[in-house]
């Protein structure tokens, strides 16, 4: 059962920060160094202090997780953040625009999760996760006592039911409107406060039934807040049922929503033998049927026209493009004979498994890869790289499919790393959970 509750959210007082657009942040794991900076010039206030803050020389007591405690306390104290008197659920549309020129609004609601182990089958990974991230973010719990960054969860409602039923709210109460202007600045935020108990105990009945919730983002977060949890359970073994360690920030969206959408993440590849691209395709031509473009638009057309059932990704070398489809699935079983079907047929796995490992040699997939292998959305940038130099080649893939990836994830599969773009981003800094007290405080 999913268990989902309404609570006292930590939010920016907006009789102080007048524009939430100066303070909202990217996750903490989409921001680099130079945004980093840019979030800390945008306000003295910006969520990023918190959330991933910039790391200085320790000293005894004085460290990011510690100065992140104590921005949090001061900015508490002097009513730069407030709780909300009343519990709540919390509403975020996004409005966007994909590179094909569509407008999507997409709609999620913010809860207070019960964590559950995936072994019970409620909520379910479909990547894998890395030691270093998840001890990042458990330091971070540990020393703030809160749930800053979001967990992006989608959940079964094929007839979009809970959207349906917060429709009347929207509509006549007023929203919050934001834009983070760093990182996804395209992307118009709205954001509503909902708290009447009868509608917030109909979405958590609604939601109470269903299983197979899948985390698009913030695997780290979500494992961090089980250790947490564990931890906490441990130390205050009494603890009644509804303390807050037991619950984690969720924020939740159908896999029916039109506004649902999953972009592609492009391998950008140095190869320190420096291979020619035209020795590459050699290499692959026993595996793969290889059909030469004219142009990047050609590539485009044919990948988008490709059938969802058979592997295929484009391949720019030496201002050549190419498109590369594979013979057979005999390889990938061959090659990974511990995945299901359904994983070998996946393109980021072909790529990764055939591709990287096998015939190029890299080692993918182990956290470790950053000298070898960049994973870029805009695929622009990545064209542009390869033919700066920075680059030996580029593959372009199409987006994972929602299909392909519920697949895997009833199987227990875990897709390789940035199979899956959920686009936009969950930003940080409209709500936040304490983890401290107990959910009916």
């Known amino acids: 059962m999913a268990t989902i509750r309404p609570f006292h959210g930590i939010r920016y007082n907006t009789n102080r920060i007048t524009d939430l657009s100066q303070v909202i942040a990217q996750p903490y ?5 130079a945004q980093q900076a840019a979030y800390y010039q945008q306000h003295a206030n910006n969520f990023v202090r918190i959330d991933f803050g910039v790391t200085e020389p320790d000293a005894p007591g004085n460290n990011v997780y510690t100065r992140a405690r104590d921005y949090a306390t001061e900015w508490l104290a002097d009513g730069v953040f407030q709780r909300d008197s009343q519990p709540a659920m919390y509403v975020l549309e996004q409005t966007f625009v994909t590179p094909d020129g569509q407008t999507h609004t997409r709609r999620a609601i913010t809860a207070a999760l019960q964590v559950t182990p995936f072994e019970e089958g409620i909520i379910l990974p479909h990547e894998r996760t890395f030691s270093g991230p998840k001890t990042d973010r458990l330091n971070l719990t540990r020393a703030t006592k809160a749930a800053w960054g979001h967990i992006f969860i989608l959940y079964p409602d094929a007839e979009n039911r809970i959207n349906a039923l917060l429709q009347p709210a929207l ?30 105990a109909t979405i958590a009945r609604e939601m109470a039934p269903k299983r197979s919730l899948v985390i698009a983002d913030g695997h780290h977060r979500y494992e961090t807040a089980l250790n947490y949890r564990n931890e906490m359970r441990a130390e205050y073994p009494d603890a009644p049922a509804d303390a807050a360690f037991n619950f984690a920030l969720a924020t939740f969206v159908s896999m029916s929503d039109p506004g649902l959408v999953v972009l592609p993440t492009h391998r950008l590849v140095r190869d320190a033998a420096n291979h020619s691209g ?12 290889i059909t030469s473009v004219v142009d990047r638009a050609e590539l485009a057309a044919t990948l988008h026209a490709a059938s969802p059932d058979h592997p295929r990704f484009g391949f720019y070398a030496e201002h050549a493009c190419a498109v590369l489809t594979l013979k057979s699935f005999d390889i990938m079983t061959e090659l990974a004979p511990e995945h299901t079907p359904d994983w070998r047929a996946l393109d980021v796995a072909v790529l990764h498994k055939l591709v990287l490992e096998h015939i190029l040699g890299l080692a993918v997939g182990s956290g470790h890869d950053a000298d070898s292998v960049t994973y870029l959305r805009d695929v622009n940038a990545a064209y542009a790289a390869v033919d700066n130099g920075e680059a030996n080649y580029l593959f372009v893939l199409n987006p994972t499919r929602m299909p392909q990836v519920n697949a895997c994830t009833l199987a227990g599969e875990k897709m390789p790393q940035k199979s899956t773009d959920f686009y936009p981003k969950m930003v940080g800094g409209l709500v936040s959970l304490a983890l401290t007290g107990r959910m009916s405080d």
């Open 278 to 289: 035209a020795a590459v395709l050699t290499a692959l031509a026993p595996y793969f049927e």
């Open 171 to 200: 509509e006549t109460t007023a929203s919050l409107q934001a834009r983070e202007r760093v990182i996804e600045p395209a992307v118009a935020q709205r954001f509503w406060v909902l708290t009447d108990p009868g509608l917030l």
């Open 29 to 33: 794991d989409r921001i680099n160094k």
